[in-house]
């Protein structure tokens, strides 16, 4: 369970180690959990995956919003109309251009929607495999951290998740609560050269705290295990970011306290399950899968909740405390504002930004507006010009 602990009590590879469990759904801050027996065996590394909305790349058909992996369904909201490749938020598409005298950026939070939720995988385990159509046929896009040393690693079905637009996460090759950076490297090439693409997130095995520091210099996220509201631009630990682990047995009711909790908060809640009831390889904590379907269905009937992966609303939130902590150089009549992206960035994502008045521009070019409400500005370039 990468942050989370990861799976099971059941086979793996390796021998076992200590997972804390779920914790309950507090908001804010972190609610722990006790524990369980996890196997450490291998795990699989979750091949770097590309965000899924913004600009199109390794694969995947039309898309999920976010940035490079491709995909093909939509999270959340109506289908993706601008160079993000987002989905559209909800409300009217009439929304004039801006005409007042230019003057500064806002960025909206979570790419238009009132807030955000993403649904993550941990051990590569075979009630994900098993269940992998149903799921995929709820139109979501999903983050499955691969506990490479895994037998079910090798399964055809990951290659899949990433051709429809799902990210593919690292979770260690061996699911060892002693963390080594050999251990996560094993883990990303394997991603690599299996799944052929690089992993932005990974999720720390049974939460161990050694992971904040090992994932530093090689991901952009590491998701741990204490529950809690991510806001935007709040202070939340990139590197132990706080997620929901559901008790056994779970009902469709915890899962919405989580969904609805973010929602009034307009925060961003992610979701670390380990598997369903049933299966071969003993999950950790596992949930009947008909209350995750539901659950997941009453978060799109909120109509105003992006549902995303990881490093999709990952890239989105980093990106937007980036550029909030800018500030302008003016020259002449022209306002530009520059900044770096972290460490471990994923290429091809963008903000949605209002203005006052004016002309956006990137590398000299216009933006376009879209009717939605915003322009729809590239992270990557490092810079952004508002003119007259």
């Known amino acids: 369970m990468g942050g989370a602990g990861t799976p099971v009590a059941g086979t793996g590879a390796g021998g076992t180690g200590v997972k804390p469990s779920a914790g309950s759904a507090g908001d804010l801050g972190a609610s722990g959990g006790a524990s369980g027996n996890a196997p450490t065996g291998g795990n699989a590394p979750t091949g770097g995956n590309a965000p899924m909305g913004g600009s199109a790349s390794i694969g995947g058909s039309a898309s999920m919003g976010g940035s490079s992996q491709g995909g093909a369904a939509t999270s959340g909201g109506a289908s993706p109309t601008g160079p993000s490749n987002l989905p559209a938020p909800p409300g009217a598409a009439n929304v004039p251009k801006p005409s007042g005298t230019p003057a500064s950026i806002t960025v909206l939070n979570w790419a238009?929607?009132?807030?955000?939720?993403?649904?993550?995988?941990?051990?590569?385990?075979?009630?994900?495999?098993?269940?992998?159509?149903?799921?995929?046929?709820?139109?979501?896009?999903?983050t499955y951290y691969m506990w490479t040393g895994k037998s079910d690693a090798s399964n055809s079905i990951w290659k899949t998740a990433l051709q429809d637009g799902h990210e593919i996460g690292n979770h260690t090759k061996s699911h060892s609560s002693d963390g080594t950076t050999a251990d996560i490297n094993a883990a990303t090439d394997y991603i690599k050269q299996n799944l052929k693409v690089t992993p932005y997130t990974m999720a720390a095995p049974n939460g161990a705290a050694v992971y904040t520091g090992l994932a530093k210099p090689l991901f952009m996220i590491n998701r741990g295990v204490g529950n809690g509201l991510i806001a935007p631009n709040g202070n939340s630990d990139a590197f132990t970011l706080p997620t929901f682990i559901p008790p056994t047995g779970a009902t469709t009711d915890a899962f919405n306290k989580q969904v609805d909790d973010a929602h009034t908060a307009g925060s961003w809640r992610t979701m670390c399950i380990h598997g369903f009831q049933g299966g071969t390889d003993g999950a950790y904590q596992p949930v009947p899968f008909a209350d995750f379907i539901a659950s997941v269905k009453h978060a799109q009937s909120l109509g105003d909740m992006w549902i995303d992966s990881i490093v999709n609303v990952g890239a989105y939130w980093l990106g937007q405390k980036t550029f909030t902590a800018t500030t302008s150089m003016t020259s002449g009549s022209d306002k530009t504002w520059t900044w770096k992206l972290p460490s471990n960035f994923p290429p091809g994502h963008y903000l949605r930004v209002k203005v006052d008045g004016g002309t956006l521009k990137q590398g000299g070019q216009a933006l376009a507006w879209d009717s939605h409400g915003y322009y729809e500005m590239a992270l990557d370039p490092g810079s952004v010009t508002l003119s007259p």
């Not at 238009?112 to 149903?134: C, L, P, R, W």
Request: hydrophobic share 30%.
């Open 112 to 142: 238009g929607f009132k807030a955000a939720v993403s649904y993550s995988f941990d051990d590569s385990n075979s009630t994900q495999i098993q269940h992998y159509q149903e799921m995929k046929d709820l139109g979501v896009r999903y």
